[in-house]
């Protein structure tokens, strides 16, 4: 009896004191302690491929970890959501990309209010635009991207494109090009940008338009071609494909990735961060890391990412509102 | 043979010291994740990826190589031990294995869990080093067509899971697939059974309801009894399995290798149709198909041999095409991008010595972790003398922060919670949870082939039998609903209830 | 009421639910069917069979069910107490809410003492802490102690 009740004191004396450690608030210098980072999306992605390096290299600039923590749902509301509701002190920042851009216009869009909206959110910075580019099988007989466009406006209805699901990044960019060039397709969506790749790889499907990160080293590999490049500029891996606007139209199409903080944090902390951001993408050690998603590196601060996401939200609103009317009916 | 040769030079590269070490640590890490239910390779990959930053980039993929495999053979203890099924593969492994412990059999069963996870891990890797660009082009051709005929087959073997009546069984499957419909439709992004629940609208989520059905629900059905259960103190002869059992599982084992890597080859969500498709088979081919789901050993052997071989077939599509189909190997994926490596079709030829070191990591990592196991039987059927009233607790707390580990949230341990009860609630009633579980995987990914397939072809039904691949599967699936009829109609309709303890 | 008629009564009830709200979604055409056919199809199954169930089970145990539920307070009181740990969960922390739930598993169901169900409880959920906070670097919630 009595070992049990001095043992049940040390046990409850410790756990006491593990709280007091931590609740012990001496004032110092942001961070004080390891920041969370939300990625909206599940592991594996994209958004994994920037975040993680990103966060290995922040630590060093910040003196604290940052750990990436997979909170996917909902087309990436959830997390969305858990980004924009956390406390505003800088220990919760969020992966924002065009991924956020489209899901919260097509709410807003269908008459819907968005639960959290661009507002909520203060922009850190962001790491990278990645573009998205037109592929065909390797066996198709499209050798160029004028072919393509012949041979389905001779066909209207008969060709397919894939994409990585319904609004994702990748169905835009086939989207702009069909409309661009006023022809009609199939569309078949697929569950992420693996599933659809390895379906045009098989043949089972005529084209698609999917980022260059992952398309490229399929064409290296013979496995696809790829006809057009949806950037303003070539890329530099892959420098023999024309961009869409030297062939014809002008049909852009890419991803922003970067950081975002929730709408109230405090100015100092948003600038530290903002700081830290722009150190990391242009060190060393972290373009090495994302050398292959290499040529499209644009960073950009938290200002000129502001105004870029409210033209990318404008524009993607267009392209949204035409969806809607034409009954792309999502989530009646 | 050239491939022998990069092996032999792939082996001097993989075992130097500090690739040995970082292999076992990558097997042991692997093996506490795997067992530990809800938290999945997937995880323990994720959380170990900034430990890799200082490593170079063989070191890298060794280590998290070896939690991705190593997760596979932890897998299958609580499935055995608790009917916990530790991960989404593992669902299969509880029908046969706990029957098995509650005959006193758990070291047998984990024993031949153990080996059979070595022989289908070390097979698979054989099939990876000998056969990939050959496989990796076959898996390509299976489009939406294709993978609807071989899901149609799966669905006509979930029959063979249950062990009552036929229309029980039935409803099970069809409640299953009814479940699985829950969430956004892919194909045209309209919500289904969601009640405006954002955090339904990616669905239920396989590893919450097959832990709280299998799991939490045999809890809830264990405490009605008494408090005190019989223990069984197994004596060390009764850790391995006799010569019998030992026998009657080499067959199993062998065509669970190649029933599992075939599988894991496949794009798409399909793998834990490895274990299934393996236990379904050796129900199919046993002489007392009845006593399946009553403690065979075979029950136990094909499905962990074939689960092991899968991880092994995943890797197919990875190292060849550059394509993850899981998202363990997504996450490993990003670990490479990190490293400067591009995973693509020219992966293998332009980082031949990464590529060989990888695979003779592989034989060494599924060596490490039979050896690693098997001491561990004794350990772990030692715990099922762990007084049950101090076990359940445990046992409820750890699937709860397992659950939430995977999603970072509530929700899903309130999906736990209540398919908790259901799992109770159906035991009651008799009727068998495996249909349902696997019906929730396989009902979705069937809908979602055929309407992609009908989307392709304008809504021609002709694609489906343009494709030769598709026409095989679907000559097998007559073939099937054939037996089935057959066997339907000789037994009246009742099921093969003889002998049976009550429930499942 | 037997165990049979209340399981296909239990079908039935699930696949008018269905029914009704596959009902409620587009169904698309012959060629394209939409997101509402599979679970129109399904629930019309599940139907059928619990009618098949219900009509061919004649006979079989009555249920008790006084009998029944009076056995079955420690499994409701079970699931009471795990709806209190996720509602906890998030706001309480994961430290707090965990061991209050194990104590209070120990004592109030598994019948210990109250220093004993307090040691496991403690012991336990420390023992948690370390190998989900510090091995595993699990991002659980810290609740009101920051722990």
Redesign the interface.
Known sequence: ?KR??S??FL??A??FS??LV??NGVKAEFPERPI?LINPQ????AN??LA??F??VAEKYLGK?V?????????G??GN?AGAQAAPDGYTLTIGSTLMTIVMDWEVINGRKPEVYRNDYVSIGVLSVIPTVLSVPYGSSWKTLADAVREIKGKP??Y?FCSA???SPTHLGSERFVRAYGLKC??????GG??A???L?????DFTTQFSL?S???A????LRILAVQAPARIKSIPDVPTFKETGMKVENGMWLGLVAPKNTPAPVVEKLREVTAKVTKDPTYV?????LGEEVRSMDGNELAKYWDQESEEISKLLTQFAKEG????? | MDAFIDLYNGFQNALTLHNIYLCFLGCLWGSMVGVLPGIGPLAGITLLIPATYGLDVTGAIIMLAGIYYGAMYGGSTTSILMNIPGESASVVTCLDGYRMTQKGRAGAALFIAAFGSWVGGTLSVLGVMLLAPVLANLATKFGPTEIFALLLVAFLLLGSLGTGSFLKTSAMVILGMLAGTVGMDTLTGVYRFTHGMRDLYDGLGFVPVAMGMFGIGEILSATEQSMVREVYRPRLRELLTNWEEFRASIGPILRGSGIGFFIGLLPGAAHILSSFVSYTVEKRLAKRPEEFGHGRIEGVAGPETANNAATGGAMVPFLSLGIPTTPAIAVIMVALLIHGVRPGPLFISENPKLFWSLIASMYLGNLILVALNLPLIGLFVSLLRVPFRILFPVVLFICLIGTYSINYSSFDLIILLGFGFLGYFFRKLEYDLAPFVLALIIGPLMEEAFRQSLMRSGGSPSIFWQSPIALGFFLIAGVLLGLNIMRGLKSGGRGEKEASSVGS | MTKERFGSLFLLLVGGYALIHSLRLPLGNWNQPGPGVFPLILSLLLSAIGVALLVSSKGGNPFNWKDSLSRQNKTWAIMGLTAGFIVGFNRLGFVFTSGLYLFLLFFWICRFRVQIAAVLAAGITGAGWYLFVKILNLQLPPGLWRV
Request: charged share 15%; no cysteine.
């Open positions: 009896m049990n009740r043992f049940i046990i409850m410790g756990v593990l709280s931590s609740a969370t599940a592991p594996g992605g994994d491929a993680r390096p966060a290995a970890p750990v990436v923590v997979n909170k996917p749902g909902a087309s509301m959830i959501i209805s008969q397919t699901g319904l609004l199939r569309h078949v969506p697929y569950k693996g599933p790749l390895t379906a790889v098989g043949g089972h499907a992952t490229i080293p399929l290296r590999g013979n496995k090495e890391a994302i050398r292959d792309l009916k999502i989530n009646p």
